[in-house]
Structures are given as structure tokens and as C-alpha cells.
């Protein structure tokens, strides 16, 4: 499945965005699918994850009650909305998609990855 992310841009901390992902696939419901991020000179992070139906969400700590992954299987789209931006949500943003039903955590579960949107907020 191919993978296309947008939405990424520059916000003042305090902003908004809203970042979606764009599945090739039909088979887009039968995936789970997350969010991770990677900012300079730090290692990809799991920012959330979302199961196959979208019964099941996760959070990292940093990012809960701000942030809100969904998905529309009609659409075949992932999406995050941020809210409540802070400077350290600053990175390049991925979407994956995992060859299962769960909800999952870590990047190697994921079997495809998205190119990457860019996120910078300013203080």
C-alpha cells in the first residue's frame, strides 16, 4: 500500500493542524495505521495508532489530550488533528500502515511508510 502525507506547515505554538494520509488501497479498513515523528538529531517516536476499525486508539504521553488520530475508510485517509501546538511538537511527521487488526506501538510492527510532512511550530 502506498502511503501519501500532507497537511504539514508552519503554526505559532498555541495553533492548529491537521495532517492526513492518503492510502492507495481499498483494502485501506483492513489496516491498522499510526502516526510517528522524527526531529532532529532524535530517533523516529510513536506519536499514535489507530486499529483497523478505529475502536482502538493510543497516544504517546506527550501528545494525549491534544492531539486526535481517525480515519475514513470511505476516503481510504488517516488523519491527526493537533491542537494545542508546542515548539517541541516541531518534526517530520509519518503515517504507516500495519498488516494487522490492532492498535500497535512500536515502528517495526508497521509494514509501510509514508514520505513524510514537515511540522514546525514557533514560540
Known amino acids: 500500500v502506498q502511503l501519501q502525507a500532507c497537511g504539514g506547515g508552519l503554526v505559532q505554538a498555541g495553533g492548529s493542524l491537521r495532517l492526513s494520509c492518503a492510502a492507495s488501497?481499498?483494502?485501506?479498513?483492513?489496516?491498522?495505521m499510526g502516526w510517528f515523528r522524527q526531529a532532529p538529531g532524535n530517533e523516529r517516536e510513536f506519536v499514535s495508532s489507530?486499529?483497523?476499525?478505529?475502536?482502538?486508539?493510543y497516544y504517546a504521553a506527550s501528545v494525549k489530550g491534544r492531539f486526535t488520530i481517525s480515519r475514513d475508510s470511505a476516503k481510504n485517509t488517516l488523519y491527526l488533528q493537533m491542537n494545542s501546538l508546542k515548539p517541541e511538537d516541531t518534526a517530520v511527521y509519518y503515517c504507516?500502515?500495519?498488516?494487522?487488526?490492532?492498535?500497535?506501538?512500536?515502528?517495526?510492527?508497521?509494514?509501510?511508510w509514508g514520505q513524510g510532512t514537515e511540522v514546525t511550530v514557533s514560540s
Open positions: 504507516a500502515a500495519a498488516s494487522g487488526s490492532g492498535a500497535y506501538y512500536y515502528a517495526y510492527e508497521y509494514n509501510y
Open positions: 488501497r481499498r483494502t485501506f479498513s483492513t489496516y491498522a
Open positions: 489507530i486499529s483497523s476499525t478505529g475502536d482502538s486508539t
